[in-house]
T-cell receptor, first 115, second 116 residues
């Protein structure tokens, strides 16, 4: 089974609107971390937000928030007030276990912000 | 956040030659470094994990004799693509983790390899 599933290959959003990028995960380890990265056309992976499996509250970082629903094993990224510079690939990733090394990446969602 | 650099950012080489890519952690000591490969419009695929001073651990299907990884110091890991072929053309990204830091891997900017 896929560890990380991103079902939206491409998404469009109007500038200044909010958008939700979906991510579901699969693990039997009670300790894990969930990450979102942005990859613009230049290629670098930019860390956006992190959610630990034991965190009680949803993570937020500026315009980014993570809608963590543990029972559903989902970790959707919400981008509020979209900007043209938000157009990029977005990857959801998971690290299993405390101190685990391997990151599992989803297939990514290409977000296009329309002026 | 911590800074990881990669060199070169782009490289074009002839088929049959070897190419070395460097990954450096600039402001922290990285006990573990990771090498990923990304084909166009696809996700990152982990190739190998390297720990300073020991042999790299390769993922299934990755040829260790073709992709030589050396993690000689706490701030430098190198990936050498030996006898490169056009199908090795890809985007190679490294990441680094500091010892004891649980949360995050810090990614390098990537190296685009084109084999003619």
């Amino acid at each position: 089974a896929q560890k990380i599933t991103q079902t939206q290959p491409g998404m469009f959003v109007q500038e200044k609107e909010a958008v939700t990028l979906d991510c579901t995960y699969d693990t039997s380890d009670p300790s894990y971390g969930l990450f979102w990265y942005k990859q613009p056309s230049s290629g670098e992976m930019i860390f956006l937000i992190y959610q630990g499996s034991y965190d009680q509250q949803n993570a937020t970082e500026g315009r980014y928030s993570l809608n963590f629903q543990k029972a559903r094993k989902s970790a959707n990224l919400v981008i509020s007030a979209s900007q043209l510079g938000d157009s990029a690939m977005y990857f959801c990733a998971m690290r299993e276990g405390y101190g685990g090394n391997q990151f599992y990446f989803g297939t990514g969602t290409s977000l296009t912000v329309i002026p | 956040g911590a800074v990881v650099s990669q060199h070169p950012s782009r490289v074009i080489c002839k088929s049959g030659t070897s190419v070395k890519i460097e990954c450096r952690s600039l402001d922290f000591q990285a006990t573990t470094m990771f090498w990923y490969r990304q084909f166009p419009k696809q996700s990152l695929m982990l190739m190998a994990t390297s720990n300073e001073g020991s042999k790299a651990t390769y993922e299934q299907g990755v040829e260790k004799d073709k992709f030589l990884i050396n993690h000689a110091s706490l701030t430098l890991s190198t990936l050498t693509v030996t006898s490169a072929h056009p199908e090795d053309s890809s985007f190679y990204i490294c990441s680094a983790r500091a010892g004891g830091l649980d949360n995050e891997q810090f990614f390098g900017p990537g190296t685009r390899l084109t084999v003619l």
